[in-house]
């Protein structure tokens, strides 16, 4: 990625994000008082139905009463396998289905990364997402969090019985504050390294080539295409490179620069056929 001096200063704020985000996660998941603990039957009881005595929805072990958000979550609408029971063929029968087992309450987790709402997907098991989609999680339990009331806990995978987090809900917490820090030195590259423009048609070829605007990042320099390679890519991608001023990741004690910008960075090539300095690099069929 990038050299010592400016990865060590991107991972710093990467990690400083990282433990803003991390302690904000403790606070929710951490112990409070007041919080009811829930097993997993009683959340069949809170389907939103006639009769029912609320609409709860459980997310990474918490519960929140979502029945401002009824007609999303009751029985019959398209989040309805999300809040009260656990199997599919309630949430969503099919014509001529029997009769299905009784109902049992369940934090259906997994599936708001997948999207899988039958029986099988309606699952607490998340241990084998990807950072990324652990990240997708932590977004839902934000919006939860800012839009619901959180009004307890599910014993289970993510809570015991004494309302503390589980060594599985632990790792859920390294795994989000991993993917967090990888999120924000991807930002902070693309900041030093905006992504090219590219163009490509059957007359007249390829074309990259660079703007204030490129890669969507908003800057007072324009920039010259280079190949930037990074481990464990199988392709090199195009980027746009400051040419003046000092390098990204210089540090206030380092010798004078050469006022080349970043065009000395180990990790990056030239195109071939393409001036070095020319903005726009075109490669005719």
Known sequence: MLRLGGRGLLLGLAVAAAAVMAARLMGWWGPRAGFRLFIPEELSRYRGGPGDPGLYLALLGRVYDVSSGRRHYEP???????????????????????????????????????????EAGLVDDISDLSSSEMLTLQHWLSFYEKNYICVGRVIGRFYGEDGLPTPALTQVEATITRGLEANELELQEKQTFPPCNAEWSSARGSR????????????????????????????????????TGPPSDQMPDNPPHRNRGDLDHPNLAEYTGCPPLAITCSFPL
Not at 80 to 101: C, D, K, T, V, Y
Not at 107 to 118: L, M
């Open 76 to 118: 019959g609408s398209h989040y309805s396998g999300f809040a009260g029971i656990s199997e599919a063929a309630h949430a969503f029968p099919s014509a001529g289905a029997s009769r299905s087992p009784p109902a049992r309450g369940r934090d259906a987790s997994r599936a708001f990364v997948t999207g899988d709402y039958s």
């Open 208 to 243: 990259l080539w660079c703007s204030q605007k490129s890669g969507g990042v908003s800057r007072d320099w324009i920039g010259v295409p280079r190949k930037l390679y990074k481990p464990g890519a199988k392709e090199p991608r195009c980027v746009c490179v400051r040419t």
